[in-house]
């Protein structure tokens, strides 16, 4: 089977970095994503690894490391608007993802 | 840009009742997948569709759902005989292929309550 364990919440300070860590169990392994979700609406695809490393969109980048079963999206210049649940998602048996928890992140200002 | 729509935004029905939950995918997309968010909890695959027929479900998709894609633009999901615990969030979503540089694209939900 597949697991996957991220924080359950997370707050931060407008304008500061934040990474939300997620670590996860499978046999198989084809990538790792992430989700955005805003008061319980349609998740919203962020970003996704398949190899090793950093990947960077804008103010949003996600890193993974397979050896570790590890990875973490890290949020930079932090506004209110990113105030929302996280969800890491497993692409592990197949290229379907299976969902985290969801952290949810807390931006103050 | 394109979106996922799904109807309705909220459904209520009485334990027992079927129930049809609808959703229009992006139009070229051609993986269809439906999953499922009890409140304040994880995101939980139901069922993937591709080529008109199921490539894939999970534990919980049982004998009680079933999937239909019965013209070239809507997806739906049934539930036949619904419990008091089939009450979450549903999402309908579609990908343009299957793969890492195929993210999936979610609706709005159905938000369905069994009293």
């Known amino acids: 089977g597949q697991s996957l364990e991220q924080p359950s919440e997370v707050t931060a300070v407008e304008g500061a970095i934040v990474q939300i860590n997620c670590t996860y169990q499978t046999s198989g392994f084809y990538g790792l994503s992430w989700y955005q979700q805003h008061d319980g609406g349609a998740p919203t695809f962020l970003s996704y690894n398949a190899l090793d490393g950093l990947e960077e969109t804008g103010r949003f980048s996600s890193f993974l490391s397979r050896s570790d079963s590890y990875g973490y999206l890290l949020l930079q210049e932090l506004q209110m608007k990113d105030s929302a649940s996280y969800f890491c998602a497993l692409s592990g048996g197949s290229y379907i993802p299976t969902f985290g928890r969801g952290t949810s992140l807390i931006v103050h200002p | 840009e394109p979106e996922v729509t799904q109807t309705p935004s909220h459904q209520v029905t009485q334990m027992g009742q079927e129930v049809i939950l609808r959703c229009v995918p992006i139009?070229?997309?051609?993986?269809f997948y439906w999953y499922r968010q009890i409140l304040g909890q994880k995101v939980e695959f139901l069922v993937s569709?591709?080529?008109?027929?199921?490539?894939?479900k999970s534990e919980i998709f049982d004998d009680q759902f079933s999937v239909e894609r019965p013209d070239g633009s809507n997806f739906t999901l049934k539930i036949r005989s619904t419990k008091l615990e089939d009450s979450a969030m549903y999402f309908c979503?579609?990908?343009?292929?299957?793969?890492?540089?195929?993210?999936?694209?979610f609706g709005n939900g159905t938000r369905l309550t069994v009293t």
């Open positions: 979503a579609s990908s343009e292929s299957e793969g890492d540089t195929s993210p999936l694209h």
């Open positions: 139009s070229n997309h051609l993986y």
């Open positions: 569709f591709y080529n008109n027929e199921i490539s894939e």
